[in-house]
């Protein structure tokens, strides 16, 4: 079955850095997009980012534009998060999930990122 | 602010039908297909319904979605106490380079 884990989260300081990385099974990742989305506590959901199966083509929400960089390792069956220039405002449990045509369908447990000093 | 717009909260009895509507614009719900999640406390959010109505495999048939113009709908029939969640409606948005929109989600009790 398709499972998706998220690990990397953990307490940084503003304008540190951290990387999520994600590991999938149960289906070929080579022949899907990837997104990353994001929860804030007790808010919303909030989409960071996509990624084409061979990576290049890759979407940012304006939020973390210039800021986080998404990248894949098919080979590794992988993705991942590379986060920079933290912001308090980018507290959230980070989702990793597969996307269809229609939308993102299968979704992993999420890791927890706070940024506080 | 969220760019599809969902009531904060609905409510029900257990066996009522419950709905839930999610309005959005030309570039997203009136143009893209609506998914909908639900989120149950203190897990990631599952898939629901998604292009408009279509049910995933293992998403009891209690669950349906429609869709008229630029406004989709999630109907809850027969609601069950495990039905109380977090339920949220999102859709590609033309307008928005690629991105990938949420309701701000709606809250639903089963009293």
């Known amino acids: 079955q398709v499972q998706l884990v998220e690990s990397g989260g953990g307490l940084v300081k503003p304008g540190g850095s951290l990387r999520l990385s994600c590991a999938a099974s149960?289906?070929?990742?080579?022949?899907?997009?990837m997104s990353w989305i994001r929860q804030a506590p007790g808010k919303g959901l909030e989409w960071v980012s996509y990624?084409?199966?061979?990576?290049?083509?890759?979407y940012y929400a304006d939020s973390v534009k210039g800021r986080f960089t998404i990248s894949r390792d098919n080979a590794k069956n992988s993705l991942y998060l590379q986060m920079n220039s933290l912001r308090a405002e980018d507290t959230a449990v980070y989702y990793c999930?597969?996307?269809?045509?229609?939308?993102?369908?299968?979704w992993g447990r999420g890791t927890l990122v706070t940024v506080s000093s | 602010q969220s760019v599809l717009t969902q009531p904060p909260s609905a409510s029900g009895t257990p066996g009522q039908r419950v709905t839930i509507s999610c309005s959005g614009s030309?570039?997203?719900?009136?143009?893209?297909?609506v998914n909908w999640y639900q989120q149950l406390p203190g897990t990631a959010p599952k898939l629901l319904i998604y292009?408009?109505?279509q049910r995933p495999s293992g998403v009891p048939d209690r669950f349906s979605g429609s869709k008229s113009g630029t406004s989709a709908s999630l109907a809850i029939s027969g609601l069950q106490f495990e039905d109380e969640a977090d339920y949220y409606c999102?859709?590609?948005?033309?307008?928005?380079?690629?991105?990938?929109?949420f309701g701000a989600g709606t809250k639903v009790t089963v009293l």
């Open positions: 999930a597969r996307v269809q045509h229609s939308g993102p369908d299968y």
């Open positions: 149960g289906f070929t990742f080579s022949d899907y997009y």
């Open positions: 990624i084409s199966t061979s990576g290049s083509t890759i």
């Open positions: 030309s570039s997203n719900t009136g143009s893209k297909t």
């Open positions: 292009s408009n109505n």
């Open positions: 999102a859709a590609w948005d033309d307008s928005l380079n690629g991105l990938y929109v």
